[in-house]
Nanobody, 116 residues
Framework: QVQLVESGGGLVQPGGSLRLSCAAS????????MGWYRQAPEKQRELVAD???????NYASSVKGRFTISRDNAKNTVYLQMDSLKPEDTAVYYC??????????WGQGTQVTVSS
């Protein structure tokens, strides 16, 4: 059983910042790509950003320049620094980790609400 423990969500005003964290179980050497997805009400889950072991990053166009993804391989942890938050960023954010051979696991989700 692989477990991903997320933290850092909450309520923030437009223009504010939040930092999400996700700690994964398992051997660090078995983890390939780590990323963040989000799902807003009545919408499909979408990729926000992901990062490879070599620190190659990929961002949704809607968050480029505002969000930064990073990882600490020794701690099996991926982070998402979210700056200049907008109301349209409101969603449940899910951590995703891809292990060797393509096995994918999801975190429990953390609510991010951007509202004045």
């Amino acid at each position: 059983q692989v477990q991903l423990v997320e933290s850092g969500g909450g309520l923030v005003q437009p223009g504010g910042s939040l930092r999400l964290s996700c700690a994964a179980s398992g051997s660090s050497s078995s983890i390939t790509t780590m990323g963040w997805y989000r799902q807003a009400p009545e919408k499909q889950r979408e990729l926000v950003a992901d990062i490879t072991r070599g620190d190659t990053t990929n961002y949704a166009s809607s968050v480029k320049g505002r969000f930064t993804i990073s990882r600490d391989n020794a701690k099996n942890t991926v982070y998402l620094q979210m700056d200049s938050l907008k109301p349209e960023d409101t969603a449940v954010y899910y951590c995703n980790v891809v292990y060797m051979l393509g096995y994918r696991y999801w975190g429990q989700g953390t609510q991010v609400t951007v509202s004045s």
